[in-house]
């Protein structure tokens, strides 16, 4: 069955460490993978977008990869501050047309100061 | 400017009554989505629609569930029979024509079904 995976623990760092998050999938064939914010009580934002034939794409303190033979991304923050602190959802979109997007089940990110 | 909009934020209803969920999009905006997502879950994708038709509504759970968009802006969820099992934040998102871009999605409406 199709799956995507992110850690359901959350990720605890100190202050202006590099936080990395994993999102594994499998059964799917993503043509594009985004990665949101979600804040509490607070609809998901949008921070990256990286397509299957990109392997990292930056903006700012963020860098995203995607490995399509692992079906791995990886979302790297770094110099990490108390305001990062929130929940991250990797989302995959299929290159088959379909504009739906498939949501793993995100993970907490706590940055202690 | 204004992003999207979603009314109420939260409903408290009874089993077996009938609810609609407001969404406004980004105005231009012609793709429309509308996801749920339970506690600790991500969002799970319900209908798409570009315009005023309805593109891909694959992920309703079933026909108690429908949506519309009458004139390609404001869209209504409506949900018949509720159950319990519908309590769930319901989410909006709206984005641009083109493909692959960033979904903006508004704060939710927290349906609870007793």
């Given at each position: 069955?199709?799956?995507?995976?992110?850690?359901?623990?959350?990720?605890?760092?100190?202050?202006?460490?590099?936080a990395?998050l994993?999102c594994?999938?499998?059964?799917?064939?993503?043509?594009?993978l985004q990665w949101y914010r979600q804040d509490?009580?607070?609809g998901p934002v949008f921070l990256l977008l990286i397509?299957?034939?990109?392997?990292?794409k930056r903006k700012e303190r963020l860098k995203v990869?995607?490995?399509?033979?692992?079906?791995?991304s990886?979302f790297h923050i770094?110099?990490?501050?108390?305001?990062d602190?929130a929940t991250y959802l990797c989302a995959?979109?299929?290159?088959?047309?379909?504009?739906?997007l498939?949501f793993?089940?995100g993970t907490?990110l706590?940055?202690?100061? | 400017?204004?992003?999207?909009?979603?009314?109420?934020?939260?409903?408290?209803?009874?089993?077996?009554?009938?609810?609609?969920?407001?969404?406004?999009?980004?105005?231009?905006?012609?793709?429309?989505?509308?996801?749920?997502?339970?506690?600790?879950?991500?969002?799970?994708?319900?209908?798409?629609?570009?315009?005023?038709?309805?593109?891909?509504?694959?992920?309703?759970?079933?026909?108690?569930?429908?949506?519309?968009?009458?004139?390609?802006?404001?869209?209504?969820?409506?949900?018949?029979?509720?159950?319990?099992?519908?309590?769930?934040?319901?989410?909006?998102?709206?984005?641009?024509?083109?493909?692959?871009?960033e979904q903006f999605f508004?704060?939710?409406?927290?349906?609870?079904?007793?």
């Open positions: 069955s199709q799956k995507i995976e992110q850690n359901s623990e959350a990720l605890n760092i100190q202050e202006g460490k590099t990395t994993t594994n999938y499998t059964n799917y064939s993503p043509a594009y509490p009580g607070r397509r299957e034939n990109e392997k990292e990869t995607f490995d399509t033979t692992l079906k791995q990886l770094t110099a990490s501050q108390p305001a602190s995959l979109e299929e290159g088959t047309g379909r504009r739906a498939t793993g089940s907490r706590q940055v202690q100061p | 400017g204004a992003g999207v909009s979603q009314t109420p934020s939260n409903k408290v209803t009874e089993k077996g009554k009938y609810v609609e969920l407001r969404c406004d999009p980004i105005s231009g905006h012609t793709a429309l989505y509308w996801y749920r997502q339970s506690l600790g879950q991500g969002p799970e994708f319900l209908i798409y629609f570009q315009g005023t038709g309805a593109a891909d509504d694959s992920g309703l759970p079933n026909d108690r569930f429908f949506a519309v968009r009458p004139e390609g802006s404001v869209s209504t969820l409506k949900i018949q029979r509720t159950e319990r099992g519908d309590s769930a934040v319901y989410l909006c998102a709206s984005s641009t024509s083109g493909a692959h871009n508004g704060p939710g409406t927290r349906l609870t079904v007793l």
